[in-house]
Nanobody, 120 residues
């Protein structure tokens, strides 16, 4: 089993910054893809950014404001969010596609979610 543990959410004023982190632990053989989705109240979950082998895929709405980075050895990703807007308010979910250590099967996992609220 694999666990994704997130941290770093909170309340911030418009224009402010937050940094999220997500660490994968458990039966992780290797991480294929890792990143973040978000879900605002009354809306569907949407992609924020994914990182695979150093290549990134950002949603248009966050390009130039958000930046993903990773620590491969620690199986951790970070999301630096700058110039935050009220429309960035959502629950942010960490996502990982992991090759399981013992079975070799590729499996999707989700974190428990962390609330980000942008409000004055």
């Amino acid at each position: 089993q694999v666990q994704l543990v997130e941290s770093g959410g909170g309340l911030v004023q418009p224009g402010g910054s937050l940094r999220l982190s997500c660490a994968a632990s458990g039966s992780v053989g290797s991480v294929n893809v890792m990143g973040w989705y978000r879900q605002a109240p009354g809306k569907e979950r949407e992609l924020v950014v994914l990182i695979r082998d150093g290549s990134t895929n950002y949603a248009d709405s966050v390009k130039g404001r958000f930046a993903i980075s990773r620590d491969v050895a620690k199986k951790t990703v970070f999301l630096q969010m700058n110039s935050l807007k009220p429309e960035d308010t959502a629950v942010y979910y960490c996502f990982a596609n992991v090759r399981e250590l013992y079975s070799g099967v590729n499996t999707n996992y989700w974190g428990q979610g962390t609330q980000v609220t942008v409000s004055s």
